[in-house]
């Protein structure tokens, strides 16, 4: 089992950037792909990006390719989001997730997620 706590967000102008970070608790982290998620209000949680064990494989949305990056520092037990060139559409709470499938491929579904952190809001204005 693994506990995720996200920190980071906050309120940013259009095109500015934010570090988002997740803490896990344990000490099987290094097991887990890993995964962010985001939600808005009225919609659908949606798939941001997600990392492989190793950090060696990653995989994006199509609406954040290009601006985010995922990694993650296996020794400190944290994974992290990098958002820049931020727009108003990507206000949102923000959710780590772990993976504990095994798998060939990285997972964009939500439900395949087992273990979620409480998120957290991502505002950007106009």
């Known amino acids: 089992q693994v506990q995720l706590a996200e920190s980071g967000g906050g309120l940013v102008q259009a095109g500015g950037s934010l570090r988002l970070s997740c803490a896990a608790s344990?000490?099987?982290?290094?097991?887990?792909?890993m995964g962010w998620f985001r939600q808005a209000p009225g919609k659908e949680r949606e798939f941001v990006a997600a990392?492989?064990?190793?950090?060696?494989?990653?995989d994006y949305a199509d609406s954040t390719k290009g601006r985010f990056t995922i990694a993650r520092d296996n020794a400190k037990n944290t994974l992290y989001l990098q958002a820049n060139n931020l727009k108003p559409e990507d206000t949102a709470v923000y959710y780590c997730?772990?993976?504990?499938?095994?798998?060939?491929?990285?997972?964009?579904?939500?439900?395949?997620?087992?273990?979620w952190g409480q998120g957290t809001q991502v505002t950007v204005s106009s």
């Open positions: 997730a772990a993976d504990q499938g095994s798998r060939l491929w990285l997972e964009r579904r939500s439900s395949e997620y087992k273990y």
């Open positions: 344990g000490r099987t982290f290094s097991t887990y792909d």
């Open positions: 990392i492989s064990r190793s950090g060696g494989s990653t």
